[in-house]
T-cell receptor, first 120, second 109 residues
Framework: GAVVSQHPSWVICKSGTSVKIECRSL??????MFWYRQFPKQSLMLMAT?????????EQGVEKDKFLINHASLTLSTLTVTSAHPEDSSFYIC????????????????FGAGSRLTVL | DAKTTQPPSMDCAEGRAANLPCNHS???????VYWYRQIHSQGPQYIIH???NNETNEMASLIITEDRKSSTLILPHATLRDTAVYYC??????????FGTGTSLTVIP
């Protein structure tokens, strides 16, 4: 089945630094990937839709300059948390599907294992 | 943005069937119902999905009402490893998955 890999699985950084999280589709190509954030005891919140070769689409209230998304290839999307602060500490999860677009409602979205960011 | 409502928590005795309800009264005709579960500190795991007909796989069964306004996920013989948060999701056009609050299922020995 489809596998989505995230790296790193956890990261600790100092306040003010930038952190990059990678999301890879291992055995399929994904023109679209999705980034979520999850705070403790809360549900997953969709942050942005990452589109290969074009700009990401951000959900309302998500700062695009804070959370930089680059989808440079059909198997890799990266999320960079710029100038991280303690309030950015969270669990970041990506997901992808081999098929998107019209008629793809039946295609399963596969999630990565998540990346836990702690900003000191 | 989530189009589903679920009870916040449920308990189930080990070995018994766990029936998790979900309301999606505003679902549109071409929108699928998906179920995922999340075990603590892991990414969501796909369980099952359906459009109109009831579905069954090795993990669970999905019962969708005829009017499609609600559905039930059935875990036929719950085990302790089924303890997790279960999310019912309606997949909107454009393919985004918006998660609701989910149901925290606790399987009791």
């Amino acid at each position: 089945g489809a596998v989505v890999s995230q790296h790193p699985s956890w990261v600790i950084c100092k306040s003010g630094t930038s952190v990059k999280i990678e999301c890879r589709s291992l055995d399929f190509q994904a023109t679209t990937m999705f980034w979520y954030r999850q705070f403790p005891k809360q549900s997953l919140m969709l942050m942005a839709t990452s589109n290969e070769g074009s700009k990401a689409t951000y959900e309302q209230g998500v700062e695009k300059d804070k959370f930089l998304i680059n989808h440079a290839s059909l198997t890799l999307s990266t999320l960079t948390v710029t100038s991280a602060h303690p309030e950015d500490s969270s669990f970041y999860i990506c997901s992808a599907s081999p098929f998107t677009g019209v008629g793809s409602g039946a295609n399963v979205l596969t999630f990565g294992a998540g990346s836990r960011l702690t900003v000191l | 943005d989530a189009k589903t409502t679920q009870p916040p928590s449920m308990d189930c005795a080990e070995g018994r069937a766990a029936n998790l309800p979900c309301n999606h009264s505003t679902i549109s005709g071409n929108e699928y119902v998906y179920w995922y579960r999340q075990i603590h500190s892991q990414g969501p795991q796909y369980i099952i999905h359906g459009l109109k007909n009831n579905e069954t796989n090795e993990m669970a069964s999905l019962i969708i009402t005829e009017d499609r306004k609600s559905s039930t996920l059935i875990l036929p013989h719950a085990t302790l490893r089924d303890t997790a948060v279960y999310y019912c999701i309606v997949r909107v056009p454009g393919n985004q998955f918006y998660f609701g609050t989910g149901t925290s299922l606790t399987v009791i020995p």
